[in-house]
């Protein structure tokens, strides 16, 4: 590598250029051959406690073909907390485990093709509604993600039907795992957007947690078609982390061996790290994504006061880039929110609905 990597990754923040095209009509919905390169396969049961569905049967479209149940996850752990307006501060005390509920919904196992020919496999919790939101796991998560479980309830009980999928070479999906692979999870976003337009839903909001609320931005960048954007502690300087994360010994095995293997305690490798993959990361511009993101579009952050993974400070860099940008710190909250994920749902959604009532 003709630079030092550790050097690089301490630098200040390198801006590199934002691959983007020319945005699309905010809430234009655009022919697709998404609709060709898809299939799905479910099978379903109806939920006694569901509100508004007629039966089992209800809204489930012309592609459901077979295949299994799965149950909407959720985190027995919630929040109660105060939050005054127009204050940017949201303070939280702990509540008892038995404050969330499973909430009414069809569940269901959803295949998407995407750019690449991979799987992804999703979740979708239906509640009937045409409006549908999208949420993205994080680095090295997946849809099973506690943090996204808990949004997606609270979204679902609300009446917005809900998608969680996991990224190519995470979780259930096909493909290979790579350290970088921002824009490539763009593409997985735009396919699974593109396949729920051809299905007739309406794209309402993309979510991001960590990883994700990166992706949702990069997204929102470069293809600009959804109007409401919710980015829940993304990394805004991507030069930083690797030291902390390798080691000074790791990172000067991948400079001279060109990869590293990242093991567990045990000494089992849990994933493989390349130069490339690394360059891939170093080399995606947030500085000019987040600039790049039109007016139109209506962003949230939120991010922890104590988040130890990515630091305050990256969501106060979105926030002076961002053109129309919403900023909660969610005060004593860490990076997955233990304990405090219910009253993060509720930001989320009172966020969301807040806009589809100005549209």
């Known amino acids: 590598m003709a630079h030092n990597l550790q050097q690089l990754c301490a630098s200040p923040l390198k801006t590199v250029g934002c691959r983007r095209p020319a945005p699309a009509r905010l809430g234009s919905s655009r022919s697709s051959p998404a609709a060709d390169r898809v299939f799905c396969a479910v099978e379903f049961r109806h939920r006694s406690c569901a509100r508004g569905l007629r039966s089992s049967s209800a809204n489930l479209g012309d592609s459901l073909c077979g295949g299994s149940v799965v149950g909407l996850g959720f985190d027995p752990l919630g929040s109660r907390a105060g939050f005054r307006s127009g204050e940017q501060i949201v303070t939280s005390a702990k509540m008892s485990e038995a404050s969330i509920v499973p909430p009414p919904g069809i569940a269901k196992n959803v295949t998407i093709i995407n750019q690449d020919g991979e799987k992804l496999v999703g979740v979708i919790d239906d509640t009937g509604s045409k409006e549908l939101c999208v949420l993205c796991h994080g680095f090295r998560s997946s849809k099973k993600s506690t943090t996204l479980g808990v949004v997606a309830s609270t979204l679902v009980t609300a009446g917005f039907s809900s998608f969680r999928f996991d990224f190519s070479g995470n979780g259930e999906s096909e493909g290979e795992f790579a350290y970088g692979n921002y824009w490539k999870e763009v593409e997985d976003l735009r396919a699974v957007i ?31 078609d959804v109007s409401t954007v919710v980015n ?13 994360r390798f080691g000074e010994a790791g990172m000067k095995t991948l400079e001279q061996e060109g990869f590293l293997d990242v093991k567990d305690k045990a000494g089992n490798v849990e994933y493989r790290v390349t130069l490339k993959s690394l360059e891939d990361r170093l080399s995606t511009d947030m500085d000019g994504a987040s600039k790049a993101i039109s007016k139109d579009c209506r962003v949230l952050t939120v991010h922890g006061s104590q988040d130890e993974i990515v630091k305050i400070e990256n969501a106060h860099d979105f926030a002076k880039r961002i053109p129309n940008h919403t900023l909660r710190v969610f005060d004593g909250a860490g990076h997955n929110y233990e304990g405090d994920r219910k009253k993060l749902a509720d930001l989320v959604l009172e966020f ?8």
Do not use: C, P
């Open 232 to 244: 829940v502690s993304g990394r805004f300087d991507l030069n930083i982390g690797q030291l902390e």
């Open 352 to 359: 969301i609905q807040g806009n589809v009532s100005k549209m």
């Open 194 to 224: 593109e396949y729920w337009r051809s299905q007739g839903r309406e794209i309402t909001a993309i979510i991001g947690h960590s990883k994700g609320g990166n992706v949702v931005l990069l997204y929102a960048s470069k293809y600009g």
